[in-house]
């Protein structure tokens, strides 16, 4: 017997008209490119959306379209994030951060149609224009006409400027109604190896997602809260916090283009953000600037942190200099992407300073809607209790099914669980922890070493900035840690000092057998640690080096 109730789908539109409706004087806060600041309501967004969907009419999109975008956080991005899908459409996020021939490669496979771009990559898409022009017949700049910038298109092309399609416009729009597992949006990974692949979002999984990530015990985001994402909407829609925000009625504050220390101290305070979330790069570069300018933060009250392992000392610069709570949370692109947060049950109350630290660091619980496991090689489920470490599964319905363009259920085992590439302990509260992606692990004598681990311990030296454990290869152990750290600016790193630090913290087999001192790491176009290119140039230290 099916339950008598409504059976409405669940319309990303909806989101917005609700933002509309019930917090029509909610902001929406834009500093940008020409550094002013743009301020208008949820009830402008809701109508110039709609005014948005008519001019990608006249520009010959439907549904099922995709239209790309190469955008930084701010309100003219916002608008294409809710026209597309609410007409059907596809709002296909595009990393500029990516590699040209990728940037290639990810438009002609998703067959953009119209991109819409932002100023300061004009020079990028002259750059890729001849290689897209099967695909996209229209470049739209999202600007006014007076700060267009110059821009080199292939034959068969056109550039349009945003404003003035938007002031030729009517916004007379009716959101249409329809199934609610329509794509909405579609996210590339970077491809740290082979090829990007796409994830294609549906406004069920999306609706689900922001609903689950706006509760207490994960982003917790309220109508009087007001949110600054730095994570970039061109990566994983900026964690969901477009749509989170407008699902409560938050305030929205897009910071463009400037994500130093400076910039997000000023924005911070001057827009009296209560919540932020961004990578630990970011909060590293924010945290220098405030103890170097002396400046604090006003008003903001938790930093979200994802992405990558937090560092120890980012949760405990934060809180005790600055009192404000970094809380760890982790995901991925397909996982919409948010799949754990790190919030306390009753039990971590009784927990010592120490004991609290450490658990501060675990990725967290997971988010209520989806769920999690760990396996051995075997598939075999292992026990949670927070030592066993395994492949990290999950399942649920923001979660990927199949990669674009691939067979449905492709992404997943016969049992409908998504190998995450991770590998974690549960502990028995149900707090999962991170310890390596599965190709980073180090495996040594037939046991595990976590590479996090040992990163982590290595950055709580004064003066390592960063620090990458690799799996070098090794004549009896088969693989053993290899450390390359980076010094802060004007300071030498002895060896031996940083592998004191590991002394009573891990077994003495964890220890890393050599230290490589660097001026820098290479990064992913997601800011995260390229240790493909690291193994590539160091596998080998302990055969041919003298540690071998
Ligand atoms: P990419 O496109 O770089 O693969 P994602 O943004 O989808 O990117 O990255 C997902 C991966 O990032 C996860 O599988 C995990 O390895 C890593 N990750 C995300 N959050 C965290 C975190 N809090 N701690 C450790 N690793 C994390």
Redesign the pocket.
Known sequence: MFGMMQTQGLMISSILTHAARHHGSGEVVSRTHENTTHRYTWCDVEARSRRLVRVMQTLGVGAGDRVGTLAWNGFRHLEVYYAAPGMQAICHTINPRLHPDDIAYIVNHAQDKVLFVDSSFAALITAVAPRIADSVHTVVMLTAPENMAEVTLAPGMTLACYDQLMDAADDDYVWPNFDENTASALCY??G?TGRPKGVLYSHRSTWLHAYSTALPDVLCIRASSRVLPVVPMF??NAWGMPYAAALTGAALVLPGRHLDGASMASILNSEGVTFTAGVPTVWLGLLQYLRSSGERLETVQRIMT?????PPLLIEAFRDEYGVAVE???????LS?VGTYNAPKPAQAGLTKEQAAAHMLK?GRILPGIDMKIVDGDGKALPWDGVAFGDLMVKGPWIASAYYGEEPGSALDQDGWFA???VATIDADGFME?TD?SKDVIKSGGEWISS?TLENIAVSHPDVVEAAVIAATHAKWDERPLLLVVPAPGKTVDPASVLALYAGKVAKWWLPDDVIVVTELPH?A?G?LLKTRLRAQYRDHYVTGSKG
């Open positions: 990974t970077s740290t990566h994983v994802g992405g990558s392992a937090a760890h949370g982790w995901g991925m692109t397909e992407p990725q995450t590439g991770d991170i992606r996090i992913t997601t995260k």
